[in-house]
């Protein structure tokens, strides 16, 4: 690791640089650099004359897709924070990878990055590498590319690239407390320990309405085999369509619940990734604070004024994240009330099917198919009992992490 002020390596190997270092800059909103600290300077090679004025770009490396510059941009444009994992260049040809937490402020935008060390962050290495390569080979466009990016984070079980790199931040942040041998942060843990939480939900819910979808199949079969069985109109046939359309009835609910525009769980999953990676990027720019009256520093304006921009953001970005917090708990009561109605609906389901067994033992032997079908309905009754037992518990655990947040009245500072 280098030391403050001691120059870095050039040439293609990895520039390094202190694991406790953070790199500071800001730009215009056509992205010029107007301010940076002496630890961005020294890692890229560049004398202040070079840097200020010139476009961010200038430290770009081709291995980072267009895909992560698309969907930061998409998010900025928005008015809301993004981090993105980076591969940057050096003057010289060398390179190194950071974290970076972006954030829009009046008259362009300000970054904060620290150096990667979990082991997600090897992951990353080889997606980008993959990615660019097919960027390269298929000449994909940016928002195509980005797609492929944001499938890679919903692959994952991840709401939205936002919750992944909320995930993400909270990650590096626990691994470089570890590493620096500090304290850990009771606030970054139960952050994370909240994200992932609203991650295995979000995995669950959409288990939910795939169950139930491939449960609209079964009163199909069991009217087919009805009709080998008796006269239109008779019992089996009778109990087929009201399975039917109760059925129906859940999975449109289940549809609204954690499907289309606006769902419960999008909305909640948004306000909770939204709250975590708001105050990671609090915590990330108060510490750039306090370490910015040491350093050297090149900007358009007097340092102070620079360090009360910096800690301007962190009180925004706390208030903000707290009153996603409280949204997200009302949301989450709202989706545990939601759950118990469905639950309760469900026990109608099960009324249908129980008399759907009783009418294939009157038929015995000469069920026709009847027994598997019913079976099959008990097979998907269970799954979905037990998606919806867990969905109840994990919506109690994010509201306890919610709850016990907002009772502490926590900070980032």
Same mark, same amino acid.
């Given at each position: 690791?280098?030391?403050?002020?001691?120059?870095?390596?050039?040439?293609?190997?990895?520039?390094?640089?202190?694991?406790?270092?953070?790199?500071?800059?800001?730009?215009?909103?056509?992205?010029?650099?107007?301010?940076?600290?002496?630890?961005?300077?020294?890692?890229?090679?560049?004398?202040?004359?070079?840097?200020?004025?010139?476009?961010?770009?200038?430290?770009?490396?081709?291995?980072?897709?267009? @895909?992560?510059?698309?969907?930061?941009?998409?998010?900025?444009?928005?008015?809301?924070?993004?981090?993105?994992?980076?591969?940057?260049?050096?003057?010289?040809?060398?390179?190194?990878?950071?974290?970076?937490?972006?954030?829009?402020?009046?008259?362009?935008?300000?970054?904060?990055?620290?150096?990667?060390?979990?082991?997600?962050?090897?992951?990353?290495?080889?997606?980008?590498?993959?990615?660019?390569?097919?960027?390269?080979?298929?000449?994909?466009?940016? /928002?195509?590319? @980005?797609?492929?990016?944001?499938?890679?984070?919903?692959?994952?079980?991840?709401?939205?690239?936002?919750?992944?790199?909320?995930?993400?931040?909270?990650?590096?942040?626990?691994? =470089?407390?570890?590493?620096?041998?500090?304290?850990?942060? /009771?606030?970054?843990?139960?952050?994370?320990?909240?994200?992932?939480?609203?991650?295995?939900?979000?995995? /669950?819910?959409?288990?939910?309405?795939?169950?139930?979808?491939?449960?609209?199949?079964?009163?199909?079969?069991?009217?087919?085999?009805?009709?080998?069985?008796?006269?239109?109109?008779?019992?089996?046939?009778?109990?087929?369509?009201?399975?039917?359309?109760?059925?129906?009835?859940?999975?449109?609910?289940?549809?609204?619940?954690?499907?289309?525009?606006?769902?419960?769980?999008?909305?909640?999953?948004?306000?909770?990734?939204?709250?975590?990676?708001?105050?990671?990027?609090?915590?990330?720019?108060?510490?750039?604070?306090?370490?910015?009256?040491?350093?050297?520093?090149?900007?358009?304006?007097?340092?102070?004024?620079?360090?009360?921009?910096?800690?301007?953001?962190?009180?925004?970005?706390?208030?903000?994240?707290?009153?996603?917090? =409280?949204?997200?708990?009302?949301?989450?009561?709202?989706?545990?009330?939601?759950?118990?109605?469905?639950?309760?609906?469900?026990?109608?389901?099960?009324?249908?099917?129980?008399?759907?067994?009783?009418?294939?033992?009157?038929?015995?032997?000469?069920?026709?198919?009847?027994?598997?079908?019913?079976?099959?309905?008990?097979?998907?009754?269970?799954?979905?009992?037990?998606?919806?037992?867990?969905?109840?518990?994990?919506?109690?655990?994010?509201?306890?992490?919610?709850?016990?947040?907002?009772?502490?009245?926590?900070?980032?500072?």
């Amino acid at each position: 690791m280098t030391k403050m002020g001691q120059p870095a390596l050039r040439g293609t190997n990895e520039v390094p640089f202190a694991l406790e270092e953070l790199f500071y800059s800001r730009t215009d909103t056509r992205g010029v650099i107007q301010s940076g600290n002496e630890i961005f300077r020294r890692t890229a090679g560049f004398e202040w004359s070079e840097m200020i004025g010139a476009p961010h770009k200038i430290v770009r490396h081709p291995d980072t897709p267009r @895909a992560v510059f698309r969907v930061l941009w998409d998010a900025l444009k928005k008015g809301y924070p993004m981090g993105a994992y980076v591969k940057n260049k050096a003057k010289g040809g060398g390179w190194y990878w950071v974290f970076a937490v972006v954030m829009p402020i009046e008259g362009g935008y300000l970054s904060v990055r620290l150096k990667p060390t979990s082991e997600l962050s090897d992951e990353i290495h080889q997606l980008y590498r993959d990615l660019s390569a097919r960027e390269r080979a298929e000449s994909l466009d940016p /928002e195509e590319s @980005a797609t492929l990016l944001r499938d890679f984070a919903e692959r994952g079980g991840y709401s939205s690239y936002t919750a992944f790199m909320a995930y993400a931040l909270a990650l590096e942040l626990t691994e =470089r407390d570890r590493r620096l041998n500090r304290n850990a942060d /009771e606030n970054t843990r139960m952050l994370a320990e909240l994200n992932t939480a609203m991650g295995r939900l979000t995995k /669950e819910q959409f288990g939910l309405l795939r169950s139930f979808e491939a449960l609209q199949s079964v009163p199909n079969n069991m009217r087919i085999v009805a009709s080998r069985l008796e006269p239109s109109g008779g019992p089996v046939s009778a109990i087929s369509e009201n399975y039917k359309a109760s059925s129906a009835v859940i999975s449109e609910r289940l549809r609204k619940f954690v499907a289309g525009r606006g769902n419960l769980c999008g909305q909640m999953a948004f306000q909770v990734a939204r709250a975590v990676f708001q105050l990671g990027c609090a915590r990330v720019l108060n510490e750039m604070s306090t370490n910015f009256m040491g350093e050297e520093v090149q900007n358009d304006q007097p340092r102070e004024e620079e360090r009360a921009l910096l800690q301007s953001l962190v009180t925004k970005g706390t208030a903000d994240a707290n009153a996603a917090m =409280r949204q997200a708990a009302e949301l989450a009561d709202d989706m545990m009330n939601q759950s118990r109605d469905i639950r309760r609906q469900l026990l109608g389901l099960d009324t249908i099917r129980v008399l759907g067994r009783v009418e294939c033992g009157r038929m015995r032997d000469a069920n026709g198919g009847l027994a598997a079908t019913i079976d099959q309905l008990d097979s998907f009754h269970d799954d979905i009992k037990g998606r919806l037992e867990a969905i109840l518990a994990l919506s109690e655990e994010i509201e306890h992490w919610l709850g016990r947040y907002l009772r502490a009245g926590r900070s980032a500072a």
